[in-house]
């Protein structure tokens, strides 16, 4: 009997352990700790040529010494494949992959609107994990109540990047711009009609709405006032309504639908010499856009040196995802978040910029890049990622986002005043929240 009582105390003590150490998940299951003597496979959900970024890192020395024991699947798609997916299997309840990935934009979806795991909370507490990745993509993924829903991996701040030789030969620099009204004086130097024909066949940029969200931060968050009211300070909103009624009324812009034939095109063509994206442009101009232009391109701070960001992905682990598993998934996602061998590889591999600052100052951060010239562009991509404000995001930011946008074509394509539009788009936005 007394042989029994001990047993059974034992095994109670050990199940305390593992609750202790594992905690439990969302739905009060414990999750047992992670055990480097056991074998693992777990999935991952991705997007684009992240796959191939992760495959990077998994094969490096320094991963394969530390989870020997973890087999990992990808389940990859396309961009609008993936986040419609996820979409719908979170909102359904519905089975997913073990770690997920997100695209910033997407991020607010699931910010308050639940369906991931808080990563916050133990046994992962992410919020201590994360305390050398950039302060803004920590606060794009925290709830109001301090939940975090995701891992930033990779961010994009913003900048303009310009074609050399086009703006040596308008007489323009782009470096060191003081406003956007600089900028827009500046564009008018670069129309030109190149083939004779009488119409002008060269332009400042793709697109006027390309800008729009600059000055906000880049859309990611910062929709809401200090006093809880939204698209306030009103100011801010109607100066970057007017700044692209300004380029599209200055005609420095060629109007061509994003990811259009046409607007791919202009680059290698030259019709277009500037465009404002997230660092991770470089690297797609570099590889397919436009690689026979290697040297001419340079990269300069926005006007008025606004800080935003233009991108960058998230990792999670869904409330779906068995108890079991996250303890594993939740090792695999802050190796890629927190390690600098996985932050250094996936830069090198698809040019997404690291979200852990402890790596701005290796080595790599410093190099001349060919494809600029020679140009040091990491040390501005890594200053503007330090100086990014943080923003508190809500489950709104996705739809207030689509809805603003309407206010900008409003003013560039149906005629209405800056004042006009802001009005329509809080108008809009109150029914949604109300």
Not at 84 to 100: C, K, Q
Request: hydrophobic share 45%; charged share 20%; net charge neutral.
């Amino acid at each position: 009997m007394k042989k029994a009582l001990a047993t059974l105390i034992a095994l109670v003590g050990l199940t305390s352990l593992a609750v202790a150490n594992g905690k439990t998940d969302g739905a009060g299951q414990a999750i047992p700790a992670y055990d480097p003597a056991k074998q693992y496979t777990i999935s991952i959900g991705a997007f684009g040529d992240l796959e191939a970024a992760y495959k990077a890192v998994f094969a490096t020395a320094d991963f394969k010494a530390k989870y020997p024991n973890v087999t990992i699947k990808f389940q990859t798609s396309d961009f609008s494949g993936h986040h419609n997916r996820l979409t719908t299997v979170l909102a359904a309840g519905e089975a997913t992959n073990d770690i997920e990935s997100l695209e910033i934009g997407y991020v607010a979806k699931f910010v308050e609107g639940g369906g991931l795991t808080d990563l916050a909370q133990a046994p992962f507490n992410g919020l201590t994990a994360g305390k050398d990745i950039v302060k803004f993509a920590m606060s794009n993924a925290t709830t109001k109540k301090g939940s975090l829903v995701a891992m930033p991996v990779d961010i994009a701040p913003a900048v303009l990047f310009y074609r050399k030789s086009l703006a040596d030969k308008a007489g323009v620099n782009f470096d060191n711009m003081k406003s956007w009204d600089e900028f827009i004086a500046a564009g008018k130097k670069l129309l030109k009609d190149r083939d004779g024909d009488g119409k002008i066949d060269q332009f400042a940029i793709p697109h006027a709405n390309e800008v729009a969200m600059m000055p906000l931060n880049g859309g990611k968050g910062g929709w809401f006032g200090p006093n809880g009211k939204v698209l306030e300070p009103k100011q801010k909103f109607i100066d970057a309504l007017n700044l692209v009624k300004n380029i599209r009324d200055a005609k420095i812009d060629a109007d061509l639908g994003g990811w259009s034939g046409p607007w791919i095109q202009a680059f290698p063509d030259g019709n277009v010499a500037a465009i404002v994206n997230g660092a991770w442009w470089g690297g797609t101009m570099k590889t397919w856009v436009c690689p026979d232009l290697s040297g001419d391109w340079r990269v300069a701070y926005l006007p008025g040196k606004v800080y935003a960001s233009q991108g960058g992905t998230y990792l999670s682990i869904p409330e779906a995802v068995p108890a079991a598993q996250k303890a594993v998934a939740w090792e695999i996602l802050k190796y890629l978040s927190t390690s600098p061998v996985a932050q250094i590889t996936t830069f090198k591999t698809i040019d997404a910029f690291p979200a852990l600052t402890s790596v701005y100052n290796d080595p790599v951060m410093s190099e001349p890049v060919e494809f600029f010239g020679g140009q040091k562009v990491r040390l501005i991509y890594g200053d503007i990622a330090r100086n990014i404000p943080p923003m508190q995001v809500s489950e709104y930011d996705a739809a207030i986002n689509s809805i603003f946008g309407n206010g900008v074509t409003d003013v560039l394509v149906n005629g209405k005043t800056a004042e006009q539009a802001y009005a329509t788009a809080l108008s809009e936005i109150n029914s949604l929240i109300d």
